[in-house]
């Protein structure tokens, strides 16, 4: 390999370009939901419970991190996109109307293991998170690209 080589594959370890740049977290479902991948929009949809079903007519089980976590700090500002205050106010509104949240899962292996477990499941994990028996439907990043 030539210095040439070696400095140019130095530099593209050091300075990944933003495309290349790995997801903060992963959005997993149980294998038998007949979505494979979803957008921002249909996560705020999702975790808002604006959308209660798979289109194949399947309940939909939402599930969260803890109030607090980096992994639910960064699903708020990416894909709900308003502060914890403001998602309280909007539960308490909804709870008044016999709407319950999502359900909480205190570590991203809870998650895992909820989702892997429960048909309908949607939750998020870190990206770094070793996933087996759920599907991939959407990456995201803590800052936008």
């Known amino acids: 390999m030539t210095a040439f080589c070696r400095i140019l594959v130095a530099w593209l370890l050091l300075f990944p370009c933003g495309d290349l740049r790995a997801a903060d977290l992963v959005v997993i479902a149980h294998p038998s939901v007949p979505a494979t991948t979803l957008s921002p929009d249909d996560l705020f949809a999702i975790y808002l419970l604006k959308k209660a079903t798979w289109q194949d007519g399947m309940r939909i089980v939402p599930v969260n991190r803890e109030v607090g ?7 708020l500002a990416r894909i709900l996109r308003q502060p914890q205050s403001a998602l309280n106010t909007y539960w308490d509104r909804m709870q008044f109307k016999g709407v319950t949240p999502p359900l909480i899962q205190e570590s991203d292996q809870a998650v895992l293991s909820f989702v892997q477990k429960v048909p309908g499941a949607i939750g998020y994990v870190s990206a770094s998170t070793e996933l087996t028996n759920v599907k991939v439907l959407a990456e995201i990043q803590s800052e936008p690209q």
């Open 69 to 75: 976590s980096n992994a639910r700090t960064v699903f």
